[in-house]
Nanobody, 124 residues
C-alpha cells in the first residue's frame, strides 16, 4: 500500500486544519489499525490517534476533545480533523497502517506502512 498525506500548513493558534491520508494499492480495510503520529523538531515520533476494527478509537491525552480521526471508505481516505490548534501541535504528521495487537496500538514500531508526512505549523 502507498499512503499519501496532505493538508498541512500554517495556521494561527485556535485555528483548524484537516489532514488527509489517501491509500492506493490496497484499502484501509486490509489493515487492522490506521493511525496518525507526529514528530516535532528534536523530538521522537509520538502517537496522536488511531482507529481499529476491534478496538475503541484512541487519542493521546493532549489532543482529546480537539482532534477527530475518521474514515471515508468510498474515497479510501482517512482524515484527522484538528481544531483549537496550539503551538505545541506543530510537527510533521504521518499516517500509518498495520495490524498491531491492542497493547501496541500507540507504538510506531507496530506499523508496517507510512505516508511521507505533512507539516503542520501553528503560530502563537
Amino acid at each position: 500500500v502507498q499512503l499519501q498525506a496532505s493538508g498541512g500548513g500554517l495556521v494561527q493558534a485556535g485555528g483548524s486544519l484537516r489532514l488527509s491520508c489517501a491509500a492506493s494499492g490496497r484499502t484501509f480495510g486490509d489493515y487492522r489499525t490506521t493511525a496518525w503520529f507526529r514528530q516535532a523538531p528534536g523530538r521522537e515520533r509520538e502517537f496522536v490517534a488511531a482507529f481499529s476494527w476491534s478496538d475503541p478509537t484512541r487519542y493521546t491525552d493532549s489532543v482529546k476533545g480537539r482532534f477527530t480521526i475518521s474514515r471515508d471508505s468510498a474515497k479510501n481516505t482517512v482524515y484527522l480533523q484538528m481544531n483549537s490548534l496550539k503551538s505545541e501541535d506543530t510537527a510533521v504528521y504521518y499516517c500509518a497502517v498495520g495490524r498491531p495487537i491492542t497493547s501496541m496500538i500507540m507504538r510506531s514500531s507496530a506499523y508496517y506502512y507510512w505516508g511521507q508526512g505533512t507539516l503542520v505549523t501553528v503560530s502563537s
